[in-house]
């Protein structure tokens, strides 16, 4: 499959505004704008079958249709460019590689929605993204693709950039709509979703920088040609994977969704390190479920991977090989996790510390026969938190435990870690 | 005869019904049924923070374990607090807060009058499964009246909704994050708002206690009496708690047409007087201590001799503004009963034609109760420094602003703060969902020599605003502006060289 977008191979560098343009860029917004009805470019979206790249795969033409258009007061876009889901960082080599069919999608989105004031909320972390962004942006501006009467149509949209305070809990995307509006991020409890009531109480769409840029390509050429980049029929385009990890070429790559894990590690990834073999990774960011050797053949898509017992998340893929302690691993996102909880529902402000503590035991050879059993439970009582983070970082607990309980037994009845640590 | 949106569900095998909008857990509540509950409030709503009030919806949706103060009740509905699987997740809530949560009830202030402690007794936690070290925390000063002993917090926010959200001030909240969240102040320093006694009543642990009652009595001991607070005209209901016949503290008592929950700082900790040595404990006749019963029989004979030597008309019985209106009444009956000459209750001939004057236009047409001004649309305030002559009056006034009323100020006694916030009030109450809210610093473009306030973004501005010549920031809590000069009177701590307090000759 020829990349779509990351088509600018030169690492580090940006393409120009006239280098994008020469290759087709804000055509699509040209021809929307000309000639297409909003309401048309939403069906373009819905009928390409384009899901969400920020984690939870939503279908985003759906999401777009959620937004009430006779609602006095404005709408709002904003776009998620919080990633700090540990594993992926797909969305930073999109955004100081090629931020450009990011602004065009955004338009795209806004006069799909009827916006005129969107707003890209990005990691704190993220210096020389937000640089090259707010670069761009203003060329886009000069160029008339921004600001008011965009390419003599009568469209206004200004669009902004927010750097995020930094914190995990900010990409989830109403804590980010709280982070926005100035106060502490900490979700809000939805109904009603941010589809209706968001930003400053009005109708507000959150979508993943990977999900928006990919919508001129859907405008441009078709959702049918679009749909039809994945590897299988029931999925739809291009993925971003970046790995991590144990394999040769740890990289980010633009692949077919649908493409098996086993292709993507042998393909792009030139197969695992010297002297490692294959033992388990996740598949996409770190709250999701491990996947191993038996999964080799799974399509990574976001049903099939839900078969699986993962999810296809982000696509931010962590390799881990023979010599690597799950139980490490785990104690390792479990860490993160309990760190970044905001605070504010009991299940996961307490719970992620037990779960920690009684990893911690287990991995310095004190842990007995008892706890997993409260590991157990807290797979279990996390998702009823209050937002989706907890029930997240459960992910790969559940998986430790469905797949590696054995590796788990074996640090409690020797009483230390199995593993020589590197 | 059912109302049409009235809702009717079955939680436990009962029929409940109520009115649309309602939440299980409320709903639960109006039959008796006490579901488990930290974070919410009534005044305060639902945050869905503590998950320890779990329900199972049988029938309805959405099914399986829920939240009971984040579900509205619905038609149909079928619900049981008892099932299994919610009780299980309620306990584990309750282990999760007993984490860190100090094992010490026996020398906690709060025990005895603590949620916590009831729901763990209740819910059946008595085995404690972590082995780990407990989270600590450094207490703050927060002034002569709260204590504040952190490790005891639970982290259901209710004290900071209250503070910021509700009461509308900006000095105390929550910061942090994951299971290291603080709530307290930037640094030591006596709390600001002048309803910051209502923490006390509202932490469901003993976070917040009474500094002026502190280790003086447990709940049990209390002699509890339901009272009316003395220190304005509202009429706030109190709880006064006394042991030995000595006033230890005053609780608010819920009544939810006049003070709802809660009450302001002068009500609550500026009853020092009460207890004053001075005060005659014991009746006296002819200076020879005798009963009161005895007190009261040679009162009577003393006023029948005054009657038959002078006539009815040279006697005058005289009230008080400054008298509650049960004594002030008791005062027309005794005038009615000896036929006294006179009655009155001024020193002022003025004072009482302008009372009689403003008395006159009340009518039950046009009289607000305080739940009245909580609800209301409009409110204009006239010549009057609400929170130095009225206070929960103020906090009357803010809810309604929350609930999007438009604010008025008119008059030149009021403190310029206070118009200035009360401004700001308005005008962002007019369009809440401008995106430019005014940000830090930000000055009223009509003022540019205005002092700079400081609306704590994204949440509503304190109304009125303290600080500047006349507000309540920098007096201590419980005094109001008039009193500024002179020390705040509040009952003494115990052991401290504060000299008893005395009753403020301003009001
Ligand atoms: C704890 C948490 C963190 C999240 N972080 C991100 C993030 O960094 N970037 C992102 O795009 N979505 C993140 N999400 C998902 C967003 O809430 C939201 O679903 C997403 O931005 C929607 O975009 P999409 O529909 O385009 O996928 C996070 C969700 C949770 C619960
Ligand atoms: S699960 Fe609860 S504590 Fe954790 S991040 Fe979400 S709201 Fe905050
Ligand atoms: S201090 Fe009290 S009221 Fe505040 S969060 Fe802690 S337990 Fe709740
Ligand atoms: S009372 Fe329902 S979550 Fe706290």
């Given at each position: 499959m020829e990349p779509i977008l990351l088509r600018y191979e030169r690492a580090g560098h940006c393409p120009t505004l006239d280098e994008y343009r020469a290759d087709g860029g804000f055509e699509a917004l040209a021809t929307a704008l000309a000639g297409m009805s909003p309401d048309a470019v939403q069906q373009a979206v819905i009928d390409s079958g384009l899901r969400g790249r920020g984690g939870a795969g939503f279908p985003t033409g759906r999401k777009w249709s959620f937004v009430p258009r006779n609602l006095p007061g404005p709408r709002y876009l904003i776009c998620n460019a919080d990633e700090m889901e540990p594993g992926t960082y797909k969305d930073r080599v999109l955004l100081e590689q090629n931020p450009w069919p990011l602004i065009e999608g955004m338009a795209l989105a806004c006069y799909a929605l009827g916006v005129g004031h969107a707003f890209i909320f990005i990691r704190r972390g993220y210096e020389r993204a937000a640089a090259n962004l707010r670069r761009v942006m203003a060329e886009a501006r000069r160029a008339g693709f921004l600001g008011e009467n965009i390419l003599g149509s009568g469209f206004n949209l200004e669009l902004d950039v927010h750097q995020s305070a930094g914190r995990y809990i900010c990409g989830e995307e109403t804590a980010l709509i709280n982070a926005l509006e100035g106060v502490r991020a900490n979700p809000r409890a939805k109904p009603p979703f941010p589809a209706v009531k968001g930003l400053w109480g009005q109708p507000t769409v959150v979508n993943n920088v990977e999900t928006?840029?990919?919508?001129?390509?859907?405008?441009?050429?078709?959702?049918?040609?679009?749909?039809?980049?994945?590897?299988?029929?029931?999925?739809?385009?291009?993925?971003?994977?970046?790995?991590?990890?144990?394999?040769?070429?740890?990289?980010c790559f633009e692949l077919p969704l649908g493409i098996t894990l086993g292709e993507i590690i042998d393909g792009p990834c030139g197969g695992m390190r010297p002297g490692s073999g294959f033992k388990a990774c996740i598949p996409g960011g770190a709250s999701t479920p491990f996947l191993t050797a038996d999964h080799w053949g799974v399509a990574m898509d976001f049903d099939p991977v839900a078969k699986a017992g993962s999810r296809l998340g982000t696509g931010g893929i962590i390799v881990?090989?023979?010599?690597?302690?799950?139980?490490?691993?785990?104690?390792?996102?479990?860490?993160?996790?309990?760190?970044?909880?905001?605070?504010?529902?009991?299940?996961?402000?307490?719970?992620?510390?037990f779960v920690r503590h009684i990893l911690e035991k287990i991995e310095n050879g004190s842990g007995n026969a008892g706890d997993v059993d409260i590991l157990r439970e807290h797979v279990h009582y996390l998702n009823y938190a209050f937002c989706a983070l907890a029930p997240g970082a459960m992910g790969p607990?559940?998986?430790?435990?469905r797949l590696f309980e054995d590796e788990v037994r074996e640090h409690i009845t020797k009483g230390k870690c199995p593993f020589t640590r590197l | 005869m059912n109302h049409p949106n009235e809702i009717k569900l079955i939680i436990d095998d009962i029929p409940v019904e109520v009115p649309e909008g309602t939440s299980v857990l409320e709903a639960a509540l109006s039959v008796d049924i006490t579901i488990p509950h930290f974070c919410w409030h009534p005044a305060l709503g639902k945050a869905g923070a503590c998950r320890v009030c779990a329900v199972k919806v049988l029938e309805g949706s959405p099914r399986g374990v829920q939240m009971s103060c984040m579900l509205p009740a619905q038609d149909g509905m079928v619900v049981s607090t008892t099932d299994p699987e919610a009780v299980a997740l309620r306990k584990g809530v309750i282990e999760w807060l007993m984490i860190n949560h100090p094992h010490d009830c026996p020398v906690c202030d709060e025990g005895g009058e603590c949620q916590l402690q009831d729901f763990t007794i209740a819910g059946g936690h008595g085995l404690r499964r972590y082995d780990g070290r407990k989270r600590t925390y450094t207490n703050q000063y927060l002034g002569e009246y709260i204590e504040h002993e952190m490790n005891r917090c639970i982290q259901c926010y209710r004290c900071a909704r209250f503070y910021q959200e509700y009461a509308g001030a900006t000095d105390f909240g929550v910061m942090g994050r994951g299971n290291m969240i603080y709530f307290g102040r930037q640094g030591d320093g006596p709390l600001e708002s002048p309803f910051s006694g209502n923490l006390v009543d509202i932490c469901p642990t003993g976070v917040f206690t009474d500094k002026t009652a502190r280790f003086r009595a447990r709940y049990w001991d209390y002699d509890l009496a339901p009272s009316v607070c003395p220190h304005c005209s509202l009429g706030c209901n109190i709880t006064p708690a006394a042991r030995y016949r000595e006033l230890l503290k005053v609780i608010a008592r819920r009544n939810d047409s006049v003070n709802g929950w809660f009450i302001c700082d002068r009500g609550r900790f500026s009853n020092g007087a009460v207890n004053a040595p001075e005060r005659p404990r014991q009746a006296l006749a002819d200076n020879?201590?005798?009963?009161?019963?005895?007190?009261?029989?040679?009162l009577l004979e003393r006023l029948t001799e005054f009657l038959e030597l002078n006539g009815p008309a040279s006697l005058a019985i005289v009230g008080s503004p400054r008298m509650s209106l049960e004594g002030n009444i008791m005062a027309a009956r005794l005038r009615e009963l000896l036929g006294a000459g006179t009655l009155s209750y001024f020193d002022d001939r003025l004072q009482a034609e302008r009372t009689m004057e403003a008395a006159s236009l009340l009518t039950t047409a046009n009289a607000a109760s305080l739940a009245d001004v909580r609800k209301a649309d409009l409110v204009a305030i006239m010549e009057c420094d609400l929170l130095a002559e009225a206070p929960m009056m103020a906090l009357a006034v803010r809810q309604a602003w929350r609930g999007g009323a438009?604010?008025?100020?008119?008059?030149?006694?009021?403190?310029?703060?206070?118009?200035?916030?009360?401004?700001?009030?308005?005008?962002?109450?007019?369009?809440?969902?401008s995106p430019t809210h005014p940000g830090p610093d930000s000055v009223p473009p009509d003022r540019p020599d205005a002092p700079r306030t400081r609306p704590g973004a994204g949440c509503p501005p304190p109304l009125p605003a303290p600080g500047g010549a006349r507000g309540w920031s920098g007096s201590r809590p419980g005094v109001c502006s008039r009193t500024r000069s002179h020390p705040a009177t509040p009952r003494p701590v115990r052991g401290s060289a504060t000299p008893r307090g005395q009753r403020c000759p301003h009001c």
């Open positions: 928006l840029a990919n919508i001129p390509a859907i405008i441009a050429r078709g959702p049918a040609w679009w749909k039809a980049l994945a590897a299988t029929p029931e999925a739809a385009g291009s993925k971003l994977f970046c790995v991590s990890g144990h394999v040769a070429n740890p990289e881990f090989d023979q010599n690597t302690c799950m139980v490490g691993v785990t104690l390792n996102l479990i860490r993160f996790f309990a760190r970044e909880s905001c605070g504010w529902c009991t299940p996961c402000r307490e719970g992620l510390p607990l559940e998986g430790l435990l | 020879r201590p005798v009963s009161c019963d005895e007190a009261m029989d040679a438009r604010v008025y100020v008119v008059g030149c006694d009021v403190p310029f703060d206070s118009a200035q916030g009360t401004k700001t009030l308005a005008e962002r109450s007019r369009s809440p969902a």
